[in-house]
T-cell receptor, first 111, second 115 residues
Framework: KQEVTQIPAALSVPEGENLVLNCSFT??????LQWFRQDPGKGLTSLLL?????REQTSGRLNASLDKSSGRSTLYIAASQPGDSATYLC??????????FGTGTRLLVSP | NAGVTQTPKFQVLKTGQSMTLQCAQD?????MYWYRQDPGMGLRLIYY???????DKGEVPNGYNVSRLNKREFSLRLESAAPSQTSVYFC??????????????FGPGTRLTVL
């Protein structure tokens, strides 16, 4: 059974810092790996999706990598801004879009 | 283009009451999903519908029923609510669930409290 873990649970950084969020999964037979953003009281917004055949994806200041052999994915945020403050969730696809979610990293970027 | 909409936004029930959570999407997606989100547990899949006319159980289906009314709408019913069903419920949709390139689009959620 796929299990997804995110460390740290919370992170506080000053504006402008580059940061890395970590996600680990137990089953390397992963369909895809997705990163979502969740603002307080809101739904999830998809940030990046890495298919199992890919190693990384980039969107603006965000870069996500996938290493199936080590069971890890990282989300790199460059030059963080206060507007990046949110909870970031990673989810492993186990087939037919069955997503197994981690519990998230709550990020606070201070001005 | 509203995306995925959910009603109601908030609901308080007493133990044993029933209710239906409504979800609709306007993206012509084939697949739809219901999740619940609990503190410290992450989102867990309750039921999903691969296409109109089909539904399947997810990780935590007990106590719930679903109906894929048409391609746009997917409802979640609690027949006899229990305090353990206090949670935030999210509906999601995706274009073709079988593709690894396909992402899911989420609604804003329904916050349900069962007393």
């Amino acid at each position: 059974k796929q299990e997804v873990t995110q460390i740290p649970a919370a992170l506080s950084v000053p504006e402008g810092e580059n940061l890395v969020l970590n996600c680990s999964f137990t089953d390397s037979a992963i369909y895809n790996l997705q990163w979502f953003r969740q603002d307080p009281g809101k739904g999830l917004t998809s940030l990046l999706l890495i298919q199992s055949s890919q190693r990384e994806q980039t969107s603006g200041r965000l870069n996500a990598s996938l290493d199936k052999s080590s069971g890890r994915s990282t989300l790199y945020i460059a030059a963080s801004q206060p507007g990046d403050s949110a909870t970031y969730l990673c989810a492993g696809g186990t087939g037919f879009q069955k997503l197994v979610f981690g519990t998230g990293t709550r990020l606070l970027v201070s001005p | 283009n509203a995306g995925v909409t959910q009603t109601p936004k908030f609901q308080v029930l007493k133990t044993g009451q029933s209710m239906t959570l409504q979800c609709a999407q306007d993206m012509n997606h084939n697949s739809m999903y219901w999740y619940r989100q609990d503190p410290g547990m992450g989102l867990r899949l309750i039921y999903y519908s691969a296409s109109e006319g089909t539904t399947d159980k997810g990780e935590v289906p007990n106590g719930y029923n679903v109906s894929r009314l048409n391609k746009r709408e997917f409802s979640l019913r609690l027949e006899s609510a229990a305090p353990s069903q206090t949670s935030v419920y999210f509906c999601a949709s995706s274009d073709r669930g079988e593709s690894p390139a396909d992402t899911q689009y989420f609604g804003p959620g329904t916050r349900l409290t069962v007393l």
